[in-house]
Structure formats: structure tokens, C-alpha cells
């Protein structure tokens, strides 16, 4: 079974930055594809980055945009998220997910996310 852990949440101010980072192991993380969401309270999660099994290939949410990296080490088995210039609509937890794929572009659907993390909390303040 693979496990997805998320690390490096936490406050700040609108206009500071986080990485976020996730750590998978369990599996061979080249073999998937992988997505970073964020869900806020009684909001659903929704998508925010996505990268291909070989990171060739990323989509953002049009939300952040030209504020927010995504990239992977599959070497470390480690999935990032580099966070700048944040906003309090950027509050949430933040989840990473994995999508087992012979594919070689992103995903976007949760549904077709096998396995998740448990998440990191995300708090940007005014």
C-alpha cells in the first residue's frame, strides 16, 4: 500500500511564500502521475497543480497560476510544491495524490487519484 505524506504547511502572510513537499513510498513513483488539491471547510477539494509520471508535462489551476510550481525528484520519491506570493483565498489543506498510469500526461479528476495524503494545513492571513 502507498503512503503519500504531506509536510511544510503553515501560516503566513498574504504575499509570503511555502513549499510544500510529499514524500511517497510503497511504490515506484515514476510510475505515476501526480497532483497536488486543496480543500477549504465546506468547500469541495479541487484541484490546484498536476505533473506527468515524467514531469514533462504541467497544468495549474487557473486560481494560481503563474504563482505556484509544481515539479517531482523521482529519485526522492518526492513530490513539491513551491508556493509564492500567497493569498488568503489560498487557505486550505493541502493534499497530494498519486494516479497509477502508463500515461504521459496529467490528471485532473480526484476520482481518478488512487491514493491520497493526509494533508497539510495552508493559512494565509490579511
Known amino acids: 500500500q502507498v503512503q503519500l505524506v504531506e509536510s511544510g504547511g503553515g501560516l503566513v502572510q498574504a504575499g509570503g511564500s511555502l513549499t510544500l513537499s510529499c514524500e511517497a513510498s510503497g511504490y515506484t513513483f515514476s510510475n505515476y502521475a501526480m497532483g497536488w488539491f486543496r480543500q477549504a471547510p465546506e468547500q469541495e477539494r479541487e484541484p490546484v497543480a498536476a505533473i506527468s509520471r515524467t514531469d514533462d508535462i504541467t497544468y495549474y489551476a487557473q486560481s494560481v497560476q503563474g504563482r505556484f510550481t509544481i515539479s517531482r525528484d523521482n529519485a526522492k520519491n518526492t513530490l513539491y510544491l513551491q508556493m509564492n506570493n500567497l493569498k488568503p483565498e489560498d487557505t486550505a489543506v493541502y493534499y497530494c495524490?498519486?494516479?497509477?498510469?502508463?500515461?504521459?500526461?496529467?490528471?485532473?479528476?480526484?476520482?481518478?487519484?488512487?491514493?491520497w495524503g493526509q494533508g497539510t494545513q495552508v493559512t494565509v492571513s490579511h
Open positions: 495524490a498519486a494516479h497509477w498510469t502508463l500515461g504521459l500526461g496529467i490528471t485532473w479528476t480526484p476520482a481518478k487519484y488512487d491514493d
